[in-house]
Structures are given as structure tokens and as C-alpha cells.
């Protein structure tokens, strides 16, 4: 039965193959991105009032947010950009959800293979893309052992499952409302800075610097790039595993629950 | 070009009247989009009160930065949102339904929609510019009258993104889809525009200088404005710089046309 | 009103090659193969005509229209319409045409009808005075009042069509083209649309039409241009096509018992009988010496039918018998 699962993530990462040079031209973007963070962090760290920051206490400097930006850009492309809703919104807009709720698979696990695949896609072609880039100009760190390299590919594959997950509750809304750009475009905002992407989440001042870190975004880039880094210890896995637990709970509920509306609305 | 104006201003009237229509999703999408866009800001601020300044621009003036820079791309958006979306014309072939009108097809892509769905993104942008300004001037760091100039930087600004669009725009017609090519070209020159341009490597700096000229949209304006060291002509030349850069996306544009007259879609 | 002398266009179609290197060497090799979409051809169409433009797909029929309202350029010969020249003076030929693409909307999607046809008068110049008397006249000829505050978007396709034929003549432009006017449209709104097309073009408008519906080219014109491969292959009146190609209507009749011997002498000379069967047969004619109905009330005098079923030749029919 799980082989299903993992056809549907082949066929998936198969099928966008196709665009992989308008990808190409993408990650250059993205690349540009990268070294504006970068730039900003060294701006920011030449400041006289650097010393002053605290930040080096906690293990940071200029060189050390080099490194966190770029293994960050790299990592976002399997932990953070999947489709929106995990394109749910469409099948419902189209209606094909009926018959895709009718398949004798389950829902959610369905749905996120298909994700994966292409997140798989992502990992070759924009990942490794991107680290070279990085590693031919202004240069990619080594994780800080061998534990945190390993450690580093369990947070990723947390931080990407977790995302599939809070994906999918943002498509499945769509079994409520019909308008669901609104709750993606709210998320995603909020969870681009949550995840810290281009800052650390500790450095946020007071209450949300705290909280932030226990937040699933954290997940999704801040714990995979630290742990490389070394900057964090493998025990922070956990607090992404138990989002994972508790966002999967959550999934299959509104799934039940979204199947059971659409049975009585009507497509 | 005054019948285009008449008719555009009609379109813009009519959109916004359809769009108050469905009024309370326009205001959640307006103040929503605005709300997230400025959390986003705020947060960054926050790291940036911390070292207290970048690169000798302290907070307020990189608010200025990114409220002149959003408002201005924000503003494109909503005013020439078909050009940034011109691919879908040629995938669909529509760009012959607009052939055969007498205006340029440019034009037309100009008044075929205003995007009042988006406006929420200049809006908070611009309260950004205002708050940041308005703290600027009690401070002293900017003169009531400098402050005057910056709608005219806003101005110039959303000129040079739709050049930079419409520029984007002909690559299509040689390529078909432009959405990738405009993370390049747009997406990240506008958030570079957001930061002071001289945090960044030389090379990247020059090629928002001359290419992709985001430095006209607010960071060049604002060395003079701010009294960073600019003298007062820079504002004239980056005036003049915007114009000259549209003459030649402009020719770019009618070749690229001039290119699909002769292959077709 | 439209003279095409000459006219030809070729298409360059580049040799795809797969992969990296496929695609570097395309950027710098010209390999690939020159394609005639349309084969110099010559065609004048004087004002008040109302012509049918047709040929299987492929045959270069769009590419012509494409280069009659100015967008594509022809490589070779010469093009006029409403006395300019589409591929110097495309503001100017703009300007005194009309055009409907079947499928595609020229309005704005988001507004009202009434906003469109706003805008558009100002894009064309069109006096207030002189746009709400032909708004109005219009409107009325095809019932256009129920959806002039209805957005584009939320209109049929028979409603769309409407509208946007009213959008295209609200300019009174002396030359209209249309690409398919009445496809997907039902019988009741294939006829409207039909008698509002007669009604113009009584009224003076030149009209060129593309279209695959014989009944579209029954009712209305009066002059078919046949393009082929790029090539005109015929260009007159379609009952002369007919008659040249001897293309008959077909009748099928099943009768309630056997096909009685006495039909091959039906109208001796005007009809051909075949028996297609036990209680069935096909009966050819020409429409234009017999009418259907005469056909059939001689067939009912010979014995009691249980059905009848009317085919017309299609236009790929015609086509394909035109040159074998």
C-alpha cells in the first residue's frame, strides 16, 4: 500500500522536470537573495554598536550569519516552498476533489506525497543548484561535525513534513471557504520571518524572540540551519517532531471533518 | 494620449466600483495584505534597533527606504498589473485581441485591468513612508521640504518598475514565460531597494544602478533628501535617468513586437 | 474594401534539439525548416460584400485574417484594408475594423458590459451622441438591455457573443471581421446572431467570415473564398460550388416494410435512389431544383415511412471533393 504513496511522489517529481530551466533562471534569483542577507549581516556586524548586541555571546558574528544564510537558502527549498495549500484550493475551485476524495488511498497521505515529490525535485534541482552557487563565490560552510550533518538531514526532513502539514490545513479551509489566498498569504508572511530565514529567531526582541523558537516554523529553517551550524544541540529535533505529531493529529481530523461537509454541501 | 488618459481614469473608477461591490472582502484583503507586509517590516526593524544603524542609516531612514521602495513597486502592481502579467497573453494568444485595437498593445495592457485588489500593499507602504518621514523630520534628519520631494521619488520609482517590467515583458517574446525571469529582474531588485545599496558587492551595486536601476527608486533620491553627502542635482539626473531608461525599453519593446508581427505566437 | 495581391507568409521553424547542449548549439546554429502558411494569393473584396473565409484547420486560414487585421506580417505582397495598408498603418486600419474572435473576449472581463463599451468609445473617438444612438439601436437588435450591467464574466456564451459583436460595431467601422461568430451557440441563438450579421451588412458593412457551419453560409453569404495548403481554391458563389462539385443532399428513408420498387422512378433525372438495405435507401438530390419536402411526400405516396434522416455536405466534404 505505501508503494502507491511513493509512486505518486515519483510521478510528481517526474512531472516537473519539464521546467527546469525556468527554474534555473529562479534560483539565480533566489541566489541574489541570498547575498543581500548576507550583505545585510556583514553591514550590520561592521556597525561599531555590534559589540554592544550581545549576538557574539550567543555565537554569532558576520562570518557565522554568512554561513547561516546560505545553508538557510539551500535548506528553504525542501523545507519551506511547497505549493500553496498544496494546490487542495484548486481541486476544490475545480471539483475534481470528489474524485480525488473517492480514491482508494488516504487523503492526506495522498496529497502529501504528491508534495513531496516535488519537494524531492526541489532538493535536486534547486538545492544543490543553489550550493554550488553559494560554494563557488562566497562560500558554503562544512557542518560543524559529522552528528551535525546527520542531525541537519533529520531537521530537514522534519521541517519539510511539517510544512506539508501546515500546507495542507491551509488548503483544507478551502472545504469552508472558498477564498483561500487570504489564509495562505498569512501564513506564508508569517511563517517566512518565523522560521528564520534571514534572522535567527532568538535574535527577535522580548516575548516573540522566546516563543518563536518553540513555534513549528522554527522547524522549517531556524533548527535545520543551527543544528548544521552546530549552533544548537540534536535534542531541539524534538520540538519539530512534536509539532509533527500534533500537526498530523490535526490533519486527519479536518480531513474527516472536510470530507463529511463536502458529502453533505455538494461539490 | 489624452483619450487613453480619459478612458484609464474611467477604468480605474469602474474597478474600484466593482471591487467595493464584494466590500468587506476588499477591506480584509486590503488591510490584511498591508497588516502582513508591515508585521514583516516590524520585524526586521526590531534586529535593526539592536545595532542601532546600517551602514550610517538608522532605522527610520531604512523605513523610509522601504516604504519609498514597496509603495513604488506596490503602486506598479496595481496600476500596470498586466504587464507583470504578460506571459499569460502570450501563452493564450490574447496578445492578438489586443492587435487589432488601435492603440499599442503596451497601452492597452496598461488599461485592460486596475488591479484594486492590491492595493493594500502601497497603502501600508506609503503609512510606512509617512510615520517614517514624519519621525524624520521632528528629529531634523529631514527638512519639511525634502520631505515635500518624496511622493515625486514615489513617483519616479513605480516609472522605473514599469520600465523594469515592460523590459521583462519583451524577453517574452522571445521566451514565452517571464514569472521566473521576473524573480530577477523585479522580486529581488525591489527588496535589495529596501536596504541601504551600499551594503552590497560592487558588482550587484553597479548592475542596480544601470540595468536594473532600482537605486533612481529611492536609495539615490534619499542620499540627497537625507543630506547623506549627495549633491542636489542628483534628483534632476535621476529624473532625466528614468525617462531616458523607458525611451529604450520602449524601443526594446516595439522590436520585440515588431519580432512577434513577423513569427507570430 | 480589402485587396490582398500577392500575399505570402512563411514561417521559420527552428530545429528543437533536447538538453544542454541542444539548446546552446540552437542559439547559434539555424538549422530548421521554412514553412508556406500562405502560398501568394490574390483576392479583392469590394464594400457591402459579405464573404465566407474558409479552409480546414491548417490550411492558412487564421494566418490570413492575422495579416488582414495587422497582426502578422506578410513576407511578401500586398495588403489593403479600408485603403490602408495593415502592416504600415495598424492604428489606422485598427480603427476601421471590427473584429470577434469566436472563443475569445475582446471586453473587459471584470466590468459591466456598459463600462466595455464606455471605455471603447473613448479608445475609438466615438462623439457621446453619436455612440448612445448606435449603443441603442444596436442593443435593441439583439437584445442586448438584460446584460449591459452584468460583468463579462458572468454572462453565457450566446450573451458574450452579443456583446461582443455590439462592442465591435459601436465604432461603425465599414469592415467587420468575424472568426467563427456562432460556434457552441444553440439553433435559437445561432439564428439571432445570423439575422443581426444580414441586417448589417444590408445596412453596408462589409463582412468577412470564417466559419465552419454550412448553415452560417447558407443563410448569409453570397461569395465563398476556399483557401487550401496556403492556396485559394476556389472563390464564388456556394450554390455554384455545389453545382461544379454536383454534391448532393442526402436523404435516408426507412420505411415501414420494403423499400418499394417503385422509388428509383421518382423524379426521374433530379434524384438518385439507392437501397441501403431491406426497409432502407438513400435517396441523392439537388436542394436548389428539389425541395426536401417535395422528396419526401413523393416518398410518402409509396409506402409509410418510419424515419427520415437529412444530411447536408460539410464543408470538409466539399473541400475534399474540390481537388480529389
Known sequence: MSLVYFTVARKSYAGNLQYRWAHMANNVGSFVFGLLY?????????????????????????????????????????????????????????????????????????????????????????????????????????PASVVCALGYAAAVLIGAYNTLCMNYLVGATGFWTKDITWAHRLLYSAAYSLAGTMIPVEIYPSALGRIAQYLPFAAQCYYPVEIYLGLRSLPYLLIGLAWGAALTVVCRKVTALGRRRLEVQGG | MKEFLRAYCLLVATSLRSAMQYRFSFVATTVGSGLIGLVDFLMLAA?????????????????????????????????????YEFDAYLVNGELDSLLVRPWDPLFLLLARKFDAGRIGQPMHALIVTVLAAVHLVRSGALSPLAAALIPLCIVNGTLVYAGISIATATVGFWTTRIDDLQTITIYAPSTAAEYPLSILPGWLRGLLHTILPVALTNYLPLLYLLGKGAPWYILPVCLAATGFYLVLVWRFWQYGLRKYNSTGS | MVEVTGLRKEFFIPQRRGGLFGAVRGLASRAGRTVVAVDGINFSIVAGEFVAYLGPNGAGKSTTIKMLTGILHPTQGAVRVAGFDPTLRRAEVARRIGVVFGQRTQLWWDLPVLDSYEILQRMYRVPRAVWSKRLADLSDLLGLSGILDAPVRNLSLGQRMRAELVGALLHDPPVLFLDEPTIGLDIQAKERIRSFLAEINARGTTILMTTHDLGDIERLCRRIILINHGKIRYDGALEALRRELGLPTVLTVEFAGQVPPGISSLFAGRAEFSATGATTAEVRFDRSSLTAGAVVNALNDLGEIRDIHLREPAIEEIIRRLYG
Open chain 2, 47 to 83: 534586529v535593526l534597533l539592536r545595532f542601532k544603524a546600517i551602514d550610517g542609516w538608522n532605522v527610520y531612514e531604512v523605513a523610509l527606504l522601504y516604504g519609498t521602495s514597496a509603495a513604488a513597486l506596490g503602486l506598479f502592481r496595481t496600476l500596470g498589473s498586466q504587464i
Open chain 1, 38 to 142: 548576507i550583505s545585510f549581516w556583514v553591514a550590520l556586524f561592521r556597525q561599531p554598536s555590534a559589540a554592544e548586541t550581545g549576538l557574539s555571546e550567543l555565537g554569532y558574528s558576520a562570518q557565522v550569519m554568512r554561513g547561516y544564510i546560505a545553508v538557510a537558502q539551500v535548506t528553504l527549498w525542501v523545507t519551506f516552498f511547497a505549493s500553496p495549500g498544496l494546490l487542495i484550493g484548486r481541486l476544490i475551485r475545480t471539483g475534481e476533489i470528489s474524485m480525488e476524495l473517492a480514491r482508494p488511498v488516504d487523503f492526506f497521505l495522498y496529497t502529501i506525497a504528491k508534495e513531496a515529490g516535488r519537494l524531492y525535485y526541489g532538493l535536486v534541482h534547486r538545492s544543490l543548484p543553489m550550493l554550488l552557487m553559494f560554494a563557488l563565490t562566497v562560500g558554503f560552510p562544512r
